[in-house]
């Protein structure tokens, strides 16, 4: 199959923005994330490339052919499109077999009885729920029903599925196996797919690449490692793990390495840059939480030093295997980890040079 490919994409209700000029490429076969928090526009770019909404601007298509391209008023309906779709809520119709559930797009498209017979076992049995085609979705657990959403998506060999959201209606258990179960299959299809999820964990750990977005607008787009290694900017370190940020100011800049002074609390950081900053630029650093060390007592460290700075606990959760614990710091919430209780109120958090993030500041 053909690349998909969005360019421009502006998709606006009555009169207000909900997708701006949003732009990317989903490779064959890839699976492809639209992660962002609520009211950002996944679902609205995912319905638009589905052909539910009409866009102001923008032009997507398959290899050459065009499904919309707004400028010259070309809108192919979702049956022209032929993806397969799948939302939070299965949907599935309540009186119908999960048989019957599965020809229904088969009839749309006018296949033979033999036709839909072959296709509705072969779907079932991607799926493991062959055993099940003359129950009704009543008599099947959630995640079961999920699973015959995925079917009839599948069922009439799509070219694209677009998955929105579909283990959220699922419980803590079950969505981690329905996520492990949901990478085997698309793997073993080799479907080109599009997922939206706000959940940073299910994105990181399904995805071939993902395009964070953010007010309607797509901010970066690249593979897990890189968005959470290398974030291009403070909204999206901010939304992927847990991060904290200082406010500072260049004091030194030399290869590769910056030394900044904290604006609004005592301490310097030396912090690995490939980007140079001028002296006296004010910048935000961003550190993840795993990266914080908290050491104690204050006193096992002589002197301020550099990287370390003086911080109040304020808050410590035990999470199983190892804490998380709240921190004040140069005026700053700031996550830390560690594998063993603090005794102390106050006491170091201690950065490393490398591995933190650089932001000027506007
Ligand atoms: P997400 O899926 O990321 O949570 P949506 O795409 O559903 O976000 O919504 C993006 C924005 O568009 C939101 O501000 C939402 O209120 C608005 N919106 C979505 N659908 C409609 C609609 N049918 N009519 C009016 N506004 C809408
Ligand atoms: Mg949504």
Redesign the pocket.
């Known amino acids: 199959m053909p690349d998909l490919i969005v360019e421009g994409l502006s998709v606006e209700?009555?009169g207000?923005t909900?997708v701006d000029d949003v732009t990317f490429t989903v490779n064959d076969g890839e699976f492809f994330t639209l992660l962002?928090p609520?009211?950002?526009?996944?679902?609205?770019t995912l319905s638009t490339i589905a052909g539910l909404e009409t866009p102001t601007k923008g032009i997507i298509r398959v290899g050459p052919e065009i499904f919309v391209d707004a400028a010259k008023h070309r809108f192919l309906t979702p049956e022209e499109r032929n993806l397969g779709m799948v939302f939070q809520s299965y949907a599935l119709w309540p009186h119908m077999t999960v048989e019957d559930n599965l020809a229904m797009p088969l009839k749309i498209r006018k296949a033979s009885k033999a036709e839909q017979n072959r296709r509705i076992g072969d779907a079932l049995n991607q799926v493991g729920l062959l055993p099940y085609r003359k129950r009704y979705p009543h008599e099947l657990s959630g995640g079961q029903q999920q699973r015959v959403a995925l079917a009839r998506a599948l069922v009439y060999s799509p070219s694209v599925l677009l998955l929105d959201e579909p283990l959220s209606n699922l419980d803590a258990k079950l969505r981690d196996r329905a996520r492990a179960w949901l990478k085997e299959l698309q793997q073993s299809v080799g479907i080109t797919t599009i997922y939206?999820t706000h959940d940073q964990l299910e994105a990181l750990s399904l995805s071939d690449r993902l395009a964070v977005m953010g007010e309607g607008k797509m901010l970066q787009v690249g593979t897990p490692n890189e968005i959470y290694d290398h974030p291009n900017c403070l909204a999206v370190a901010d939304f992927i793990g847990r991060c904290s940020f200082f406010r500072a100011k260049v004091l030194e800049t030399g290869a590769g390495t910056l030394v900044v002074d904290l604006v609004d609390g005592e301490g310097t950081l030396r912090v690995t840059s490939a980007t140079a900053f001028a002296a006296g630029t004010h910048v935000t650093i961003g550190v993840r939480s795993e990266l914080v060390k908290v050491s104690q007592p204050r006193d096992d460290v002589p002197a301020i030093s550099v990287n370390a700075i003086p911080a109040d606990l304020k808050k410590a959760s035990y999470v199983g295997a190892r804490y998380e614990f709240e921190l004040m710091a140069a005026g700053q919430l700031i996550f830390a980890e560690g594998e063993h209780k603090l005794d102390e109120q106050q006491v170091w958090l201690i950065v490393p040079e490398d591995g933190l993030f650089v932001f000027a500041e506007d």
């Open positions: 209700f009555n207000q909900a962002g609520s009211g950002c526009g996944k679902t609205t939206v």
